[in-house]
C-alpha cells in the first residue's frame, strides 16, 4: 500500500472521482471487495447450514467426540475397544491411513524405480515387460484393481484349518498373512536404541569419510562399514539383553489362527492395490526424469571408463532425481488420498471409521470436517518434507 | 465494470444457496408437484427391496413406497427408488435428496431424535442372528469366541454385535465392508467365520446369494430387538401423518378382511361401518390427511393388505412365517390403531 502519488505543481483539491480512478486505491479497494465477498458468503453458507441443522431438529457439535463408541475395529496400532470414545476411534482410524500410506511410499518408490529403469533398458524383454506392467496398471483404475486384489486374496488362498506353511511358522490363509513373532523382551527395546546410535554412528562415520577422501584421495568402504556398525551394534545389544529366543508362533485355536502378527487380506488388498497403481506413475517420472539429463552425462562417464550400472547411479540418478522430485510429490499425495478408497474392501482406515461414526451419531457435517481437516494436513505435510527435500537436492548454482 | 460482474457473482451465488433453504411442510407439496415418490430403499436384499430380472423393485418395503403413492397419487406405479447403502441412507434423507426412507431400518431413541427423523411405525419385527457355514460344526451363538464376523457398517447391528460379545465375556474380530454385496462376497470366499444382520437379511442372503443354501445355517440365538420400519425428515408433519396411516390401514385391512380381490366387492356392499370408513364409502378419514376419500382403497386395491403384501414378499420369496409379524389377534404384534 502506497499513498496516491501526483505529478508535482498539481495543486488542484481532489474530488471522490479522482480518488476512485487513482490507481493505487483502486487496487486497495478491489481487495477489499472481493475479501469482504468471501467473508460474507462464507458467513452466509456457515449460518444457513446451522439454521438448516436446527430446523430439522439434527443436533450440532464435536460433544459427541467423547462418547463410547462401542463398535469394535479389526485392526488397530493402538489399544482400542468396544468401550473407547469416538475420538479415540478416529485416531485409530487416522494411524491406520498413515500405516497404510508410509507403507505404499516407499514400496511404489521402490518399484517405481526398478520399472522406470527398466523402461529404458537396453534388453528388450526387459524392456517390453516394463512397458506392459505400466500401460497395463496405470490404464485400470485404481478402485476396481483394489476389488480385483481383494477377490484374490480370500480365494486363492485355504481357509486357516488347512493353512499353507510355505516357512516354518509362516501360514497362508484366507484370513490373511501371519508371521512368528519374537515375544516381548527389553532386549528388544535395547536393540532398537542400538539401532538409532548405530545410524548416528554411520552418520559421522561417513562424514569423516568424505573429509579424509577430500583431504587425501584415499576411498573408504563406506557399505561394508556402515553394514558393520549397525549389525554388529544391534548383535552386541541383543547379546546384552540376554539373547530371549522365545517365539510368539502363530497356531490354529478354535477358528481362528492365534499369535504371531496377522497381516489383513483388507490391508493387504489396499496396500498391493495403491502400490501397484501409484509405482506405474513412479516409473514414468523416474523414466522421464533419466530421459531429461543429457545424453552427454553418458558419453563423458563412459569416457572415464565408468561402469554403466555405476554411473546411472553416481551420476544419472541423482541428476534425474532433480526433475523427477516435483511430479513424485503429487505421485505420494495422490497416494495418501487414495488410501481413502480403504472403505472399499474393508480396511479401517481414517474414513471407514469417520463413515461408521458419521452414521451412528449422525453427525455427518462433524465427521466429515475432521477427516477433510486431517486429511489437508497430511498433504500438507507430505507436500512440506517434498519441498524441503528439493531445495536440498536442486543445483546449487554459483 | 470489473466490480459489477463480481458483486453480480456474489449476488448470484447467495441467491443461489438461498434457494436450497428446506421448507417447512415442502415435501409433500414436492411430491405432488413432480408427481412420484421419491423412495430411498436397500441396494438389494431380496424380499425386502430388490430389483427382479425385468428390473423392477419387489419386497415388503418397496410395498410401502408403493402404498404412499397409491395414497397421495392414487397410482402405486409412481414411484422412483434410490438404492442406498447403510451409511448413506440418513444423509440422503436429511439433505432431502429423497422423500421417504424405506430401507429395512432400526428404530432407535438417537435416531428418532438426534438426527431430526421420525418414524412413521413398524413394518417388520426382526431381531440380529448369525449365519455360519455348517461345516464350521457351531449350534449355538455361544460357542463363537474368537470368530471373525463379516457385518454391514452404521448399523445398529455392528453396536449389537460388540455389545452381545462383551456381555458374554468373547472376543471377535469384526470385517467392515461397505456394500453388502463386497460383504457377502467375502463372507462366501471363506473371510469370515461368521455373517451377522437382521434375521430376515440373513434369511435373503442364505436363499438368494449362498452357492448353495444347505451348506449354511442361521444360528438359534436372535441377540437383539429390531423394529424395522419407514421414516421421513421432520418438518413435513402432513407427510409423516399420511405414511403413518399407510401402514396402519393396510394393518387395518387385514384386520377386517379386505384383500385386493374382494376390496371392490367390499366397498359397494359390505355393511361394517370400520370397512366403510377405511374404504371412504362414509367420508371423512380421506379428508383429514388431506387425501382423497379412496386413499385406503388404492392402496389395498393396487398394493394389498399388508398379510397379502407380507405373504408376496417375505413368505414367497425367503420362506420366514409371520412370527412376530403375524396379527394381535393371532398372537403377533401387528395391530392397527382405529381408523376412525
Not at chain 2, 401423518?241 to 384383500?259: K, P, Q, S, Y
Amino acid at each position: 500500500m502506497s499513498k496516491p502519488h501526483h505529478a508535482p505543481g498539481d495543486v488542484r483539491s481532489k474530488s471522490l472521482t479522482d480518488y476512485l480512478n487513482d490507481e493505487n486505491v483502486r487496487a486497495v479497494l478491489y481487495q477489499v471487495v472481493a475479501i469482504g465477498l468471501i467473508i460474507l458468503t462464507s458467513w452466509y453458507l456457515v449460518s444457513n447450514t446451522l439454521d438448516n441443522l436446527e430446523q430439522q431438529n439434527i443436533s450440532t457439535g464435536y460433544s459427541f467426540l467423547d462418547l463410547e463408541a462401542s463398535f469394535e475395529i479389526s485392526e488397530s496400532m493402538i489399544d482400542y475397544s468396544a468401550k473407547s470414545t469416538y475420538a479415540t476411534a478416529l485416531l485409530v482410524g487416522l494411524l491406520n491411513t498413515i500405516k497404510v500410506a508410509f507403507l505404499g511410499i516407499i514400496l511404489c518408490t521402490i518399484i517405481g524405480i526398478i520399472f522406470g529403469v527398466a523402461r529404458l533398458s537396453s534388453n528388450w524383454i526387459v524392456r517390453k515387460l516394463a512397458t506392459v506392467y505400466v500401460e497395463t496398471f496405470r490404464n485400470i483404475p485404481v478402485l476396481l484393481q483394489l476389488f480385483f486384489w481383494y477377490a484374490l486374496i480370500p480365494n486363492s488362498f485355504p481357509h486357516p484349518r488347512d493353512a499353507l506353511e510355505p516357512l516354518p511358522g509362516v501360514l497362508l490363509t484366507s484370513r490373511g498373512l501371519y508371521l512368528p513373532v519374537p515375544i516381548a523382551d527389553t532386549a528388544y527395546t535395547l536393540m532398537g536404541i542400538a539401532a538409532i546410535l548405530a545410524l548416528v554412528a554411520i552418520y559421522f562415520v561417513k562424514k569423516w569419510a568424505k573429509k579424509r577422501q577430500d583431504a587425501t584421495g584415499e576411498p573408504f568402504p563406506m557399505t561394508a562399514a556402515g553394514f558393520g556398525i549397525f549389525f554388529g551394534l544391534v548383535f552386541i545389544a541383543y547379546l546384552l539383553g540376554g539373547a530371549p529366543t522365545e517365539i510368539d508362533m502363530p497356531t490354529l485355536k478354535g477358528f481362528n489362527i492365534r499369535g504371531g502378527y496377522n497381516i489383513s487380506p483388507e490391508f493387504l488388498a489396499l496396500l498391493i492395490g495403491l502400490t501397484v497403481y501409484t509405482s506405474t506413475y513412479v516409473a514414468e517420472v523416474v523414466r522421464s526424469g533419466i530421459q531429461a539429463v543429457p545424453n552427454g552425462q553418458w558419453e563423458a562417464a563412459d569416457s572415464l571408463g565408468i561402469k554403466r550400472s555405476v554411473a546411472l547411479r553416481k551420476v544419472i540418478l541423482p541428476q534425474s532425481m532433480r526433475v523427477a522430485i516435483p511430479p513424485l510429490t503429487n505421485q505420494y499425495l495422490n497416494l495418501t488420498k487414495n488410501s481413502s478408497l480403504a472403505v472399499a474392501v474393508g480396511y479401517p482406515d481414517l474414513v471407514s471409521v469417520s463413515n461408521t461414526t458419521m452414521n451412528q451419531t449422525g453427525q455427518a457435517i462433524e465427521a466429515i470436517s475432521i477427516f477433510m481437516l486431517i486429511y489437508l494436513g497430511l498433504s500438507l505435510l507430505t507436500s512440506l518434507f517434498m519441498n524441503w527435500f528439493n531445495k536440498k537436492m536442486a543445483l546449487v548454482e554459483r | 465494470m470489473k466490480i459489477k460482474t463480481i458483486l453480480a457473482a456474489g449476488a448470484m451465488t447467495v441467491a443461489a444457496v438461498a434457494a436450497h433453504n428446506a421448507q417447512a411442510g415442502a415435501v409433500l407439496d414436492g411430491i405432488k408437484a413432480k408427481g412420484f415418490v421419491q423412495c430411498g430403499v436397500n441396494t438389494g436384499l431380496p424380499g425386502v427391496a430388490a430389483a427382479n430380472a425385468e428390473g423392477k423393485w419387489e419386497g415388503q418395503d418397496v410395498d410401502f413406497c408403493r402404498g404412499l403413492a397409491a395414497a397421495i397419487l392414487g397410482d402405486s406405479n409412481k414411484v422412483q427408488y434410490t438404492p442406498l447403502t447403510a451409511a448413506a441412507r440418513f444423509t440422503a434423507l436429511q439433505s432431502g435428496e429423497i422423500d421417504v426412507l424405506a430401507r429395512n431400518t432400526t428404530a432407535t431413541l438417537t435416531r428418532d431424535a438426534k438426527l431430526g427423523l421420525t418414524f412413521l411405525g413398524i413394518n417388520y419385527y426382526d431381531g440380529q442372528g448369525f449365519l455360519v457355514p455348517t461345516a464350521l460344526g457351531v449350534s449355538s451363538a455361544t460357542e463363537l469366541d474368537g470368530a471373525t464376523v463379516c457385518v454391514e457398517p452404521g448399523t445398529t447391528t455392528e453396536l449389537n454385535l460388540a455389545d452381545y460379545f462383551r456381555a458374554k465375556g468373547m472376543s471377535f474380530e469384526p470385517v467392515v465392508i461397505e456394500n453388502i454385496n463386497e460383504t457377502t462376497a467375502a463372507f462366501f470366499a471363506g473371510r469370515c467365520d461368521v455373517y451377522t444382520t437382521d434375521a430376515s437379511g440373513l434369511a435373503s442372503i442364505r436363499n438368494t446369494m449362498a452357492p448353495n443354501p444347505d451348506d449354511y445355517m442361521i444360528l438359534p440365538e436372535i441377540i437383539s430387538k429390531e423394529p424395522l420400519g419407514p421414516l421421513v425428515a421432520q418438518g413435513d408433519d402432513q407427510l409423516a401423518d399420511i405414511g403413518r396411516w399407510v401402514l396402519n390401514a393396510m394393518i387395518e385391512a387385514e384386520e377386517l378382511g379386505v384383500t385386493m380381490a374382494n376390496v371392490d366387492d367390499m366397498k359397494a356392499n359390505s355393511t361394517n361401518p370400520g370397512v366403510q370408513r377405511l374404504l371412504g364409502v362414509s367420508p371423512g378419514m380421506g379428508e383429514a390427511l388431506g387425501l382423497d376419500e379412496a386413499w385406503a382403497y388404492n392402496i389395498i386395491k393396487q398394493v394389498g393388505n399388508y398379510g397379502e403384501s407380507y405373504d408376496a414378499t417375505i413368505k414367497k420369496m425367503l420362506g420366514l412365517e409371520r412370527g412376530l409379524n403375524a396379527l394381535w389377534t393371532d398372537g403377533g404384534l401387528m395391530y392397527a390403531w382405529p381408523v376412525r
